[in-house]
């Protein structure tokens, strides 16, 4: 109930029933030669929660690295007060909510005023009690002197038909279908209208709904059909056996290729998997009893781990080759496919490729590093680089994120963020403000925040991939098989030996236990 009041309100509230998840097995510290784990950790542990005025003593991002990311909290514009009896709480246009540095010029120039536990600034809704927020929000005799059905109707099925909008993945649990089923119900038995209109809006949620079923179906079958590189290379012949490059030539064809798998795994993360991949529980809500199971995250959790494919793969593929000559003709692929991800505004599939390249097992292969042009990868690294909190490539998003809005083809709408790192932002920004200010209150400028925050992926997310589809290329993509990281190990030290009694030590140990397994 507090989402739907939020909502109507113009604010996204927390979920309850969620808690810090989806860290990856190991940690990847990219964008360095040296780093030597693989997976990425989407965020890591976060000290004590800041208030909002020690937020506001923090409003812009300190240089820091990967692992320690400061919380930065925005002022931002507020709702409107409601002028008349019969107006609702009204939203202003997203575009008016923040100037170009997120900031409200406004919001400290008078002094508060309080109305029935609310506050306002110059007729802006400043904060109040959840109570009172929802108070506000139900009908009256002052409030709605004529209070029937067809003056309420289209204010909730505009309400409505937002929601399942913006929200349909809320829908997935059978309760909350049952409650928007009744309600539709109600204000479908007055005008013919509101039938119809109903009507549209139910059958659009179904079929949203159906199609994420069957995505969700789709991936559970390519993660059920996942094998480990090194059976299929025992088992098969190598003259049979495929390569990157022998599928894929091209290294622009093959960064289109990948930023049709990046957007159309965007496109099924809902908005709402954010606030409930990061709470804990619903700090505005003590109602334990309500919808408190509903943990819906795993589109953004197989996002995640389709980076950390993609990366295997990148790394699997470098390591496969016996000659080193074949090792750096591969290496020398993934960079022009990087830099390509780069010029597209594919930050994702680009910060993957690093990340493999960086991988130990592929790092150590120094003879075949030695016959690499290295100078284009040192741009990428350098793009990439993890230090003073990603300067280098939040200023490309910027840059990627500014050409969007004035593009003039389809080509120049992508954005693909590296996502770990905006998961990261989010993450940080939600536990760094605090929910509440120390009235009491709901904090309404650090949700404002998180929803501008949101917001802005969700149209990034939005946009059509405008390349031709390569089911081929695909297919490879998604489904070869990869190695494990024991096998990459294996793989790597069987190219070049090992360099000191350590690694020897390791590599007789995976012979025995893989190679006598196979």
């Given at each position: 109930?507090?989402?739907?009041?939020?909502?109507?309100?113009?604010?996204?509230?927390?979920?309850?029933?969620?808690?810090?998840?989806?860290?990856?097995?190991?940690?990847?510290?990219?964008?360095?030669?040296?780093?030597?784990?693989?997976?990425t950790?989407?965020?890591?542990?976060l000290?004590?929660?800041?208030?909002?005025?020690d937020?506001?003593?923090?409003?812009?991002?300190?240089?820091?690295?990967?692992?320690?990311?400061?919380?930065?909290?925005?002022?931002?514009?507020?709702?409107?007060?409601?002028?008349?009896?019969?107006?609702?709480?009204?939203?202003?246009?997203?575009?008016a909510?923040?100037?170009?540095?997120?900031?409200?010029?406004?919001?400290?120039?008078?002094?508060?005023?309080?109305?029935?536990?609310?506050?306002?600034?110059?007729?802006?809704?400043?904060?109040?009690?959840?109570?009172?927020?929802?108070?506000?929000?139900?009908?009256?005799v002052d409030?709605?002197?004529?209070?029937?059905?067809?003056?309420?109707?289209?204010?909730?099925?505009?309400?409505?038909?937002?929601?399942?909008e913006?929200?349909?993945y809320?829908?997935?649990?059978?309760r909350?279908?049952?409650?928007?089923?009744?309600?539709?119900?109600?204000i479908?038995?007055?005008?013919?209208?509101?039938?119809?209109?109903?009507?549209?809006?139910?059958?659009?949620?179904?079929r949203?709904?159906?199609?994420?079923?069957?995505?969700?179906?789709?991936?559970?079958?390519?993660?059920?059909?996942?094998?480990?590189?090194?059976?299929v290379?025992r088992?098969?012949?190598?003259s049979?056996?495929?390569?990157?490059?022998?599928?894929c030539?091209?290294?622009?064809?093959?960064?289109?290729?990948?930023?049709?798998?990046?957007?159309?795994?965007?496109?099924?993360?809902g908005?709402?998997?954010?606030?409930?991949?990061f709470?804990?529980?619903?700090?505005?809500?003590?109602?334990?009893?309500?919808?408190?199971?509903?943990?819906?995250?795993?589109?953004?959790?197989?996002?995640?781990?389709?980076?950390?494919?993609?990366?295997?793969?990148?790394?699997?593929?470098?390591?496969?080759?016996?000659?080193?000559?074949?090792?750096?003709?591969v290496i020398?692929?993934?960079?022009?496919?990087?830099?390509?991800?780069f010029?597209?505004?594919?930050?994702?599939?680009?910060?993957a490729?690093?990340?493999g390249?960086?991988?130990?097992?592929?790092?150590?292969?120094?003879?075949?590093?030695?016959?690499?042009?290295?100078?284009?990868?040192?741009?990428?690294?350098?793009?990439?680089?993890?230090?003073?909190?990603?300067?280098?490539?939040?200023?490309?998003?910027?840059?990627?994120?500014?050409?969007?809005?004035?593009?003039?083809?389809?080509?120049?709408?992508?954005?693909?963020?590296?996502?770990?790192?905006?998961?990261?932002?989010?993450?940080?920004?939600?536990?760094?403000?605090?929910?509440?200010?120390?009235?009491?209150?709901?904090?309404f400028?650090?949700?404002?925040e998180?929803?501008?925050q949101?917001?802005?992926?969700?149209?990034?997310?939005?946009?059509?991939?405008?390349?031709?589809?390569?089911r081929?290329?695909?297919?490879?993509l998604?489904t070869?098989?990869?190695?494990?990281?024991?096998?990459?190990?294996l793989?790597?030290?069987?190219?070049?030996?090992?360099?000191?009694?350590?690694?020897?030590?390791?590599?007789?140990?995976?012979?025995?236990?893989?190679?006598?397994r196979?």
């Amino acid at each position: 109930m507090a989402k739907f009041l939020a909502e109507l309100l113009g604010c996204t509230l927390p979920s309850k029933g969620a808690s810090p998840m989806f860290e990856s097995k190991s940690h990847s510290q990219v964008g360095l030669k040296s780093s030597t784990k693989q997976k990425t950790t989407v965020f890591s542990t976060l000290g004590s929660e800041k208030s909002l005025s020690d937020c506001k003593k923090e409003q812009q991002w300190k240089p820091s690295m990967y692992n320690s990311i400061t919380p930065v909290c925005f002022t931002s514009p507020l709702i409107e007060k409601p002028i008349g009896k019969e107006s609702m709480p009204q939203t202003p246009p997203f575009s008016a909510m923040f100037d170009s540095s997120g900031y409200n010029r406004n919001l400290y120039q008078s002094a508060e005023e309080s109305c029935g536990g609310l506050y306002y600034h110059d007729n802006n809704l400043l904060s109040g009690s959840l109570e009172a927020l929802i108070q506000h929000l139900v009908p009256n005799v002052d409030y709605y002197p004529d209070n029937q059905i067809r003056k309420i109707a289209p204010k909730i099925l505009q309400l409505l038909t937002e929601w399942t909008e913006t929200f349909p993945y809320d829908f997935r649990d059978e309760r909350m279908m049952r409650n928007l089923k009744d309600l539709a119900h109600r204000i479908a038995s007055g005008e013919e209208t509101y039938r119809k209109n109903v009507q549209q809006m139910i059958q659009c949620l179904i079929r949203k709904l159906a199609a994420l079923s069957q995505y969700e179906e789709v991936l559970a079958k390519i993660s059920s059909t996942s094998t480990d590189r090194l059976t299929v290379i025992r088992t098969k012949p190598q003259s049979i056996q495929r390569d990157i490059i022998t599928v894929c030539s091209d290294p622009y064809t093959l960064a289109q290729q990948l930023t049709h798998i990046e957007l159309e795994r965007l496109n099924y993360i809902g908005p709402e998997e954010f606030v409930q991949a990061f709470v804990q529980k619903d700090p505005l809500d003590n109602d334990k009893s309500c919808y408190s199971d509903r943990k819906k995250t795993r589109n953004l959790e197989a996002y995640v781990e389709w980076f950390n494919r993609l990366s295997y793969l990148v790394a699997t593929e470098i390591c496969m080759p016996v000659k080193k000559k074949h090792r750096a003709r591969v290496i020398e692929h993934f960079i022009d496919v990087a830099r390509e991800c780069f010029n597209i505004g594919n930050f994702n599939s680009l910060m993957a490729i690093i990340s493999g390249m960086n991988m130990s097992p592929v790092s150590r292969l120094k003879k075949t590093w030695a016959k690499v042009k290295t100078a284009k990868f040192d741009v990428l690294e350098h793009q990439m680089d993890p230090s003073s909190n990603f300067y280098n490539y939040r200023t490309a998003l910027r840059g990627a994120a500014q050409r969007s809005l004035t593009a003039h083809s389809s080509r120049e709408k992508i954005v693909i963020p590296f996502f770990s790192l905006l998961i990261k932002d989010i993450y940080f920004l939600n536990e760094g403000c605090a929910n509440r200010l120390p009235n009491g209150h709901v904090n309404f400028e650090k949700f404002w925040e998180l929803a501008k925050q949101v917001s802005e992926f969700m149209t990034w997310k939005q946009v059509e991939c405008p390349f031709e589809r390569d089911r081929k290329i695909l297919q490879y993509l998604l489904t070869a098989p990869v190695f494990s990281e024991d096998s990459l190990y294996l793989a790597s030290y069987e190219s070049e030996g090992p360099e000191n009694h350590i690694e020897k030590d390791r590599w007789k140990s995976l012979r025995s236990s893989l190679l006598g397994r196979v």
